[in-house]
């Protein structure tokens, strides 16, 4: 669908939602960063991945990875509260690699891949810089990141602990570390917002995820057209 369909698509369909959806949409929005993306490695247990899908939207991240090599990851609807209805979610299942392909992928966007993990120390959360666009790549709690993400790894990241416990929790790790990366990228990069056709395309999402039979609606609005 062209950019220009789905901006008059918006403005059609924003009359079916409440003015005050319609504010908190232009709220949301306006505040959403494509700068930062999470990157889930191999996760399978649900209610982790579903925590950290509402982390990201809390945070405003839009976009996030699932690679799924080994199994299919599955969203509890208890914990993700309703977050993945507002979320950008790549699934990565169909290559013999999905990690390899994902990665490489990011890469040609520019991101930076950044891989978390207390076994290396080249940077900790607070001191990793935000100015370059950063895919923070998460693995599971009992194996880690995979020998293709330390190959592929652009940087590694660690949050300082001090305590008898190796690591935090997959879903805490996540969420503390988008709480700092976020606050000192919406500080000190200047333009970490979507980008207008990112807004256009995410905006479009929306309504139609709000609004019951959005599709008739669709074609409806495509006949008085014609």
């Known amino acids: 669908m062209e950019q220009e369909e789905k901006k008059e698509l918006i403005a059609y369909l924003s009359g079916f939602i409440s003015e005050r959806r319609k504010q908190r949409f232009d709220e949301v929005i306006a505040n959403r960063t494509d700068h930062i993306r999470i990157v889930l490695e191999n996760v399978y247990q649900g209610h982790n991945a579903s925590a950290v899908l509402r982390s990201c939207d809390c945070f405003g991240i839009q976009n996030v ?21 507002w979320l950008t979610i790549h699934r990565h299942n169909k290559s013999e ?20 993990t207390p076994h290396k120390n080249d940077f900790t959360i607070d001191t990793l810089p935000v100015d370059d666009k950063l895919a923070l790549v998460f693995g599971t709690e009992i194996e880690g990141i995979t020998p293709d993400v330390y ?17 935090f929790n997959i879903s805490v790790c996540a969420a503390l570390c988008m709480y700092e990366l976020t606050t000192r990228m919406r500080k000190t990069v200047k333009d970490f917002n979507l980008s207008e056709e990112e807004q256009v395309n995410v905006y479009f999402d929306w309504l139609k995820t709000s609004i019951d039979s959005s599709e008739g609606l669709i074609e409806n609005f495509r006949k008085m057209k014609s």
């Open 151 to 167: 190959e592929l790894a652009d940087e590694f990241v660690k949050i300082p602990m001090y305590g008898f416990t190796e690591s």
């Open 97 to 116: 690699n999905n990690t390899r392909e994902s990665l490489l992928h990011l890469k040609s966007l520019g991101y930076k891949i950044v891989a978390t």
């Open 65 to 85: 990875h699932f690679i799924e090599n080994k199994n299919n990851m599955k969203i509890s609807a208890d914990v993700a509260m309703g977050s993945s209805n």
